[in-house]
């Protein structure tokens, strides 16, 4: 294969990855503050793209994306606060069961506000024709603008739980919620806010990609899945490991393209997953006894 079409490949798997990662790190900020598997997380990145795309009617488009990361941080705590606030105590089969029916919920009010055409914001730099060739390859500048964000992103995310107060409080509720309740943290807040973090960057992953991959009312839920999977194959739990383990799942997604029909991608990343998991069934950077989820 020509190296630089292999490089194409790669460039295109790690862009893909980067959008799963931030999914999968939504599933691990929720998942180690409420032992919550939120499969209504791909609903959030539709749902950021939808109404940065209905903002943008009226408003500048940078003033579109805060006006929709906002509306959207603000209805993962709404949903925290209606569901599963009162919910807690149910088992994990019947939490997850709920986070299907409300993803189905979602989808179809946004069928009915937005009906089923397809939507995209406008290119943040250049347009769809417009390229950068870095070593043989083209790149899209919005795909730049897409791994900037993951990055930046990341690193925000990483240095808030590490280093600030309330990030540090979330942590201690993830690793020992008792003894945060003890200490005198606040515990069904800290998870009404991991929901909101949550949300908050769906939706931020929602609208850089809304140029490439185009916005529609059914994109939330393929994207869950691969999220999970992505949370999965890192090892549940641990944000940084979410965005190794979405860089994989993206690459090898993309370089099944090469070999495989178009029919197929999903079948090789998740063979690569199950793979992996039955070689280590707590990830590839998890901990046995679960300490991964302290990491941050």
Same mark, same amino acid.
């Given at each position: 294969?020509?190296?630089?079409?292999?490089?194409?490949?790669?460039?295109?798997?790690?862009?893909?990855?980067?959008? *799963?990662?931030?999914?999968? !790190?939504?599933?691990?900020?929720?998942?180690?503050?409420?032992?919550?598997?939120?499969?209504?997380?791909?609903?959030?990145?539709?749902?950021?793209?939808?109404?940065?795309?209905?903002?943008?009617?009226?408003?500048?488009?940078?003033?579109?994306?805060?006006?929709?990361?906002?509306?959207?941080?603000?209805?993962?705590?709404?949903?925290?606060?209606?569901?599963?606030?009162?919910?807690?105590?149910?088992?994990?089969?019947?939490?997850?069961?709920?986070? !299907?029916?409300?993803?189905?919920?979602?989808?179809?009010?946004?069928?009915?506000?937005?009906?089923?055409?397809?939507?995209?914001?406008? *290119?943040?730099?250049?347009?769809?024709?417009?390229?950068?060739?870095?070593?043989?390859?083209?790149?899209?500048?919005?795909?730049?603008?897409?791994?900037?964000?993951?990055?930046?992103?990341?690193?925000?995310?990483?240095?808030?739980?590490? *280093?600030?107060?309330?990030?540090?409080?979330?942590?201690?509720?993830?690793?020992?919620?008792?003894?945060?309740?003890?200490?005198? !943290?606040?515990?069904?807040?800290?998870?009404?806010?991991?929901?909101?973090?949550?949300?908050?960057?769906?939706?931020?992953?929602?609208?850089?990609?809304?140029?490439?991959?185009?916005?529609? *009312?059914?994109?939330?839920?393929?994207?869950?899945?691969?999220?999970?999977?992505?949370?999965?194959?890192?090892?549940?739990?641990?944000?940084?490991?979410?965005?190794?383990?979405?860089?994989?799942?993206?690459?090898?997604?993309?370089?099944?393209?090469?070999?495989?029909?178009?029919?197929?991608?999903?079948?090789?990343?998740?063979?690569?997953?199950?793979?992996?998991?039955?070689?280590?069934?707590?990830?590839?950077?998890?901990?046995?006894?679960?300490?991964?989820?302290?990491?941050?």
């Amino acid at each position: 294969m020509d190296p630089s079409l292999i490089l194409q490949y790669l460039l295109s798997g790690i862009t893909k990855g980067g959008i *799963y990662a931030v999914v999968a !790190i939504g599933f691990n900020l929720i998942f180690s503050a409420t032992g919550v598997l939120n499969f209504a997380q791909g609903e959030f990145v539709m749902l950021g793209g939808m109404v940065a795309v209905t903002l943008a009617h009226y408003v500048p488009l940078p003033v579109a994306i805060i006006g929709s990361v906002v509306t959207v941080a603000c209805m993962g705590c709404l949903l925290e606060l209606l569901f599963f606030r009162k919910l807690r105590r149910h088992s994990v089969l019947h939490m997850i069961v709920i986070t !299907i029916g409300l993803s189905i919920v979602i989808q179809e009010v946004a069928l009915h506000l937005w009906d089923e055409k397809v939507r995209s914001l406008p *290119y943040f730099s250049g347009n769809e024709i417009s390229s950068v060739s870095f070593l043989g390859a083209s790149i899209s500048p919005q795909v730049l603008w897409v791994l900037a964000t993951v990055t930046v992103s990341v690193a925000a995310l990483h240095g808030f739980l590490r *280093y600030s107060l309330v990030g540090r409080a979330m942590r201690a509720c993830s690793s020992n919620a008792e003894a945060a309740m003890l200490s005198g !943290i606040n515990i069904a807040n800290m998870r009404t806010l991991a929901f909101g973090m949550s949300a908050a960057l769906g939706a931020l992953a929602g609208c850089v990609i809304s140029p490439i991959t185009l916005t529609h *009312y059914e994109m939330g839920g393929g994207l869950a899945i691969k999220g999970f999977a992505a949370a999965i194959l890192g090892g549940l739990g641990n944000p940084l490991a979410a965005v190794a383990g979405g860089l994989l799942v993206g690459v090898i997604e993309s370089f099944a393209v090469s070999q495989l029909p178009s029919a197929f991608n999903d079948v090789a990343a998740f063979g690569i997953l199950l793979l992996a998991l039955f070689v280590r069934p707590h990830g590839l950077f998890g901990s046995p006894s679960g300490e991964g989820v302290r990491e941050c």
